[in-house]
């Protein structure tokens, strides 16, 4: 899939909400996917324990609200 200036806006209003969550981009995709209760399991990649331990921060803050979702699907 080609980077096109829609993807990277789309990616630079992720960011923001991230930022706004208090999140890293990552960390609030990891959480997005673990709020799902279908979900039993997220393989995280990483080659660094500090990199393991950074994406882990993700369960600081699993919740959304519903504006951040409502939000999340307007971006998407």
Same mark, same amino acid.
């Given at each position: 899939?080609?980077?096109? @200036?829609?993807?990277?806006? %789309?990616? %630079?209003?992720? #960011? =923001?909400? =991230?930022?706004? /969550? *208090? %999140? ?10 673990? /709020?799902?209760? /279908? ?5 995280? *990649?990483?080659? /660094? @324990?500090? %990199? ?8 600081? #803050? ?15």
């Amino acid at each position: 899939e080609q980077v096109t @200036p829609e993807k990277i806006n %789309q990616l %630079q209003q992720l #960011n =923001a909400l =991230a930022v706004e /969550r *208090g %999140q890293k981009l990552a960390q609030m995709a990891l959480s997005w996917i673990l /709020r799902d209760q /279908r979900i039993t399991s997220v393989l995280v *990649g990483a080659s /660094r @324990p500090e %990199q393991l331990a950074d994406s882990l921060k993700c369960l600081d #803050n699993i919740t959304f609200s519903q504006a951040e979702l409502d939000k999340i699907d307007r971006i998407l």
